[in-house]
Each structure stands twice: as C-alpha cells, then as structure tokens.
C-alpha cells in the first residue's frame, strides 16, 4: 500500500459508529428545531391578522373566517407538539440502535416462524422479515398523532368522516402493502448483486429506476384502488 492510500485511509479511520450516531442526532436535533420555529413563526402571524383580509370582506362570514383561524391555530400546536414528538422518538432510536437489533432478530425470527422454504435463498427470507418488521415500526410511531388529528381535531371542526375500525384497517392494508411491495424490491436487488458481479451497480441503478417509475405509475393507478 502506499503512503498516499495509507494516508488516506488513516484520514477515514477517525469516523466511528459514535460519530456517525452523533452526526445524525445533531441533524435530527436541526431538522425538529427549525420545523418548530417555522411553526412559532406562523404562529405569531395568524395572531397578528385577526382581521378578515380586504378580499374576502363580503364573501366569507365572520363565523367561518374565526373557526379557520381556530382550526389553523390547533394545527400550528399540533405540529409544534409533533416536533417534540418526533425529536424524542428519533433520538432513542438512535441511542438504543433499533434497526440493528431489529436485524439481528430477522434471521432467528425467521427460523421460529418456519415459512422461508430451505431451497430459497436464506438472506432473502432474512431481509423480508426485517423489511416487514421496518414498515410496521415505522408506520405505528405516528399513529398517536394520527389518531388525535383526526379524532379529536377535525373531529371537533367537522372534517373527520372516518370511524375508528376504518383507520385502522387502512393503516393495516396500507403497512401490508408496503412490506410486500418492499420486499420484492429487495429481492430483486439482491439477486442482481449476486449475478451480475461486479458491476452490479450499473444494474442496480437501472433496476431501481425501472421500480421507482412503477410507483409512481402503477402502483397509485392500479393496485392501490383495490386497497380504498
């Protein structure tokens, strides 16, 4: 090895785990905090205009121009509380290294459930189970909120027409929908690592374009209305 490839690489030994995991809860830590300041911001102006702009004078009565204002102001605290929310949540997942644990459950949790035949690829089994394990953490950390928004908020301004059995059926199909279309994906890069070698990332590339045109494309248009 050379002294300039030495030098290099000893330039990148200093990044550690802790580092990395620091870098990303300051960025966290960044993210939460002007979010909440943009809301503060929007705050402050919706309390300074009380009164009904000159162009709506005559078209909009007062009634509905005030309970807009309450309905926007519920949603400015909402997203200020969701803020804190999210900045305490991501913050433990950072500390407590979730995903990591999570795949390294993958593999037993596979091997107890027994549905992965032992002809198939076993780190593809392993992958789905962690991907379907991801979607369905992720997607139940925002269901508190999502509860009280729809629930309590456009429940109380009249915007909610949505019972408690069909949220929660929604956000099951959905979840299921995503593990499985995920999934796939996953297999299907895995498999052209393995074949193509080398130059795997030309052809990963291509792949991942090709699927990302089908959601856009299909996937709103043809399988999500089976879902609705």
Known sequence: MSSS???GWESWSGITPSWIRNCCLAWVFLKHVFNFFLCLRQRSVLIENR??????????????????RQYQKALLYFEMVSCAYYLVIETIIL????????????????DRLGIW?????????????FIT??????????????????FVIEQKYGF????????FRENMEMMAMQSVWASVACC????????????FVVWVWL??????????????NVIAPYFQ
Not at 207 to 220: K, R, V
């Open 5 to 7: 490839q030495r030098g």
């Open 95 to 110: 500390y407590t290294v979730t995903y990591t644990q999570f795949w390294m459950q993958s593999g037993p949790l596979l």
């Open 51 to 68: 009164k009904i702009p000159s162009v709506l004078v005559g078209k909009i009565p007062p009634e509905t121009f005030l309970a807009a």
């Open 117 to 129: 035949p032992e002809t198939w690829d076993y780190e593809m089994g392993e992958s789905c189970v």
């Open 160 to 167: 909610n027409k949505m019972s408690l059995f069909t949220f």
């Open 207 to 220: 792949f991942c374009s090709f699927w990302l045109l089908m959601t856009l494309g299909i996937y709103p």
């Open 188 to 199: 299907c890069i895995l498999f052209i690592i393995r074949v193509t070698g080398y130059v």
């Open 133 to 150: 394990i991801t979607v369905f953490f992720e997607n139940s950390i925002p269901v508190p909120l999502q509860l009280y928004k729809t």
